[in-house]
């Protein structure tokens, strides 16, 4: 039986709920706070920090991925955080309430750091970010990110740009200060959400291929160049199927599949994980987010010759009460009309979009079928022309 | 200038709003109210009612649908409607306001029906449904069905089954008395929604080519079998791309399309309609009702060999606050794994797959594609393994 390093099982709730005793009734053997320090290949067997020598026949690697920390002095301080692990969740949660926690502030604007604006400015506490670019989530085209900035300032998020963090120090006010070019702001906590990396401690020791990504190689079969060693989730990397390159996108669901594919072929079954289209979205205060495929820094850098458009259509009939705008932008090939990708947001019907065109992607289609597609038109849940009809037949014109 | 005849504008608001005055000063004669009643091909003319003819050089047939009526005694008594035009809706609004209606009876269980269920009953108005079968809108699987009842009966419908009507009468309480194998019922009104035909009066009359669904048969131009005669909408055909039969199915977003394309084509453009899925949806009271493709009668008259399967799941991940279910049925040809058919309903996220795997029949997917399509994950938005792909899998699994 294979031995899962790490968290393989993203819904960590599930597996405090399940105990290691649980497990053992069905005659797996979890090990929790089990930290594995070395990979002897030779012997077969994994030894852990205590000394612990445990044999394996298959060894998956389910490392996941690494917060980074932005190098920073005082950045080790009580109340300074990161957010990757559902221990991490806990400790902030508990920091939160024994502090008391009046103001947090968060450094870095990308998935986490959008999330957390919510989830904490929703506790009533005031929020600040600081971000070293001009506007958040740049994957996004300026004008979402935008969108995404106004969302942050009508719930009285101050957002802060071009910062560089200098040290984090002892605050009068509050628990902290953080330094920065833009001088020195308090908070009773400090989340570092700057990034993250691929977990590769152990296989690098034990000298197995990485992709140009920093993540763990595998294949189809999530086999990495080892016969018995497989790789899954956000410390390996995945087929994207648009721009035809290996990838690493750490999302929850890509980790969940693959762990499905490497489980099933560990188990004598046959799977495959046929890559992703670059799928994602987040939810911050009312505003969906959400994107698919490629940028366009990304489809250059593929080889092709994108163009783009950008449109706020109808999320419903515009003659129904209730209906909201939602911004869509398609990027496609120039020379053939290929879908390349798709961005989004709007209070409502943005992931409904991109869900859509991620199936487009995932099929090949072209903007003459993504202008056409046949989409469940009825005034409450869409408009005859849904905006992604109109973005598609506009890009089109324009090609 | 080709003369549009009936109602290409489905968005008749537009219509009304955009006065035939408005219009001519664009160089477009409108005329409402003119009943055409005979096209003279010879001469290339069509006479309205009071004896007008006009010339075209390219005649449009938009004329959509009519009505069906249980063919009852009394069922031209005033305060027996129909529901086709915006015109009917304007009439109802005011025999709605002006009686004033306490009760109002609807007969026919369909789309039209449902919707009207809504509208009236959140009017304050009482609302009783007669259907001759046993549940709601019978193209969904009866376990989805049952579900549409429930949301009925939540709001107050009272929906009687089995039911047929004999007779409309003078009522004593109110307007009207509706005499039913079950009985007498009053009312102030009564809808009539038991169904619609192409209103193909006058190709029938000029002898143009009718389909075996009774619409007109157009190619992928809208062109019908003679050069200088288009037709658009619910008056004619569409190639089902999942089928590959010629379809009749009357939906507003169908008719907009095809419009379009009948217009760049008379106006020397190059542009094709590529068909259609069967996607559509309708809302009433707190649930979406979508479906996609064929059901499994439709996909065995296809020649298919449909295997299906129903779920419940998440619409967004389990963990989530105001989760709610979603149940997906999706049916495929048990030969080829290929996707037939979808079916949704639930208080959100219903549409939302329909339109994904709507997107995936028009490319022609199979399971093993659709059970790992890569979907926009973030818990407030999505499950990791959404119901799609909880479907596809175990529909695979079974075929």
Redesign the interface.
């Known amino acids: 039986m294979p031995y899962y390093i790490g968290d393989v099982i993203?819904?960590e709730?599930r597996l405090i709920a399940r105990t290691p005793e649980k497990f053992r009734e069905t005659g797996i053997d979890v090990r929790i706070d089990s930290r594995v320090e070395e990979v002897d290949e030779k012997a077969g067997e994994v030894r852990l920090v205590d000394g612990t020598r445990i044999p394996y026949d298959v060894l998956v690697f389910g490392t996941g991925t690494t917060p980074l920390m932005p190098g920073i002095p005082g950045e080790e301080r009580e109340g300074v955080f990161t957010l990757k692990k559902f221990t991490d969740a806990l400790r902030i949660k508990a920091w939160l309430r024994e502090v008391p926690c009046r103001k947090a502030i968060i450094v870095g604007a990308g998935f986490i750091g959008m999330e957390m604006c919510e989830a904490i400015r929703n506790l009533g506490i005031e929020v600040q970010v600081f971000h070293r670019g001009t506007l958040p989530v740049n994957r996004w085209d300026p004008e979402f990110s935008k969108t995404v900035l106004d969302e942050l300032r009508k719930h009285q998020v101050d957002f802060v740009t071009d910062a560089e963090v200098k040290a984090v120090e002892t605050g009068m006010k509050h628990r902290l200060r953080l330094v920065t070019n833009h001088g020195a702001a308090e908070a009773d906590m400090i989340l570092m959400a700057v990034g993250i990396r691929p977990d590769v401690a152990l296989p690098k020791q034990m000298g197995l291929p990485l992709g140009k990504t920093g993540a763990i190689q595998v294949n189809f079969s999530q086999k990495t160049s080892r016969e018995e060693v497989y790789a899954v989730g956000d410390c390996c990397e995945s087929f994207h199927?648009v721009s035809g390159h290996w990838v690493n996108i750490p999302?929850?669901?890509?980790a969940?599949?693959q762990g499905r594919v490497a489980g099933r072929n560990i188990g004598g079954g046959a799977m495959i994980?046929?890559?992703?289209?670059?799928?994602?979205?987040?939810?911050v205060f009312d505003l969906?987010v959400?994107?698919?495929g490629l940028d366009e820094r990304e489809a250059i850098e593929a080889g092709f010759h994108p163009a783009s458009t950008l449109i706020w259509g109808n999320a419903i009939a515009g003659?129904m009460p209730r209906n909201t705008k939602v911004g869509l932008k398609l990027i496609a090939d120039r020379a053939t009309g290929k879908l390349l990708g798709a961005q989004a947001v709007g209070t409502a019907g943005a992931?409904?979009r991109?869900?859509?065109?991620?199936?487009?992607l995932?099929?090949?289609?072209n903007l003459?079928?993504v202008g056409?597609?046949?989409?469940?038109?009825?005034p409450?849940?869409?408009p005859?022309?849904d905006p992604i009809?109109i973005a598609a037949q506009t890009l089109k014109r324009e090609i």
């Open positions: 993203k819904e709730t199927r999302l929850g669901d890509i969940n599949k994980f046929p890559g992703i289209v670059g799928a994602q979205s987040f939810k969906e959400a994107a698919t003659s992931v409904s991109i869900n859509t065109l991620s199936a487009a995932w099929a090949g289609l003459d079928d056409w597609l046949d989409l469940a038109y009825a409450p849940v869409g005859a022309w009809h």
